[in-house]
């Protein structure tokens, strides 16, 4: 297990230099936006304007913070983006207008290669989170607590404190269990890779 503080991650503009994003992971490590297989990060949208597009690329975009957005992809439609910690998939190559409903958003965002081994689910839950990992060797599980207050226990560990936007990051498949305790919501990505 790994953890990885979001107090630690730097704000790096959008590819078409419209928000900004603070990267939580990547596969492989340390990949740029041209080269991962999966990328997960937290992207901050502050005004009216495009997306970035990312040729072959699925996402997976959960609001975590503000009122929502008015999404056009082209040749798809329009989708209305207005309840929070509800995951929206979509493709992230198809050009894409974004409307803001009022104000700044906050969105987790989670992308993955199309039509290869790389795949993304995404959950959120309300409440505690018991974990004992990776689901199956080839794959990551990472949880995000999306409000304040989670707490880690681990048989053997002193319970360690988790802020918002925090990760754990799972990959041995059998690692000790764990139990995240929440009131709020936390996300519980499962990605796969080769």
Known sequence: MKLLRAADRSAVPWKNGGGITREI???PEGAGSADFGWRVSLAEVAADGPFSAFP?????????EGEGMDLTLEGVGP?????RFVPQRFPGDVPTGCRLLGGRVVNLNVMH???????AEVEVVTGDVTTGGAPEPGSTRIVVPLDAGAVLRRRGDA???LERYDA?????????????RSEGRTAVLTLRHP
């Open 159 to 161: 319970p360690l404190e």
């Open 168 to 180: 754990l990051v799972f990959t041995d498949p059998a690692p000790p269990p764990a139990l995240i």
């Open 113 to 119: 290669r199309r039509g290869s081994s790389y795949a």
């Open 79 to 83: 989708r209305r983006v207005d309840a």
């Open 56 to 64: 072959g690329v699925d996402r997976v975009l959960t609001m975590v």
């Open 25 to 27: 992971a990547a596969r």
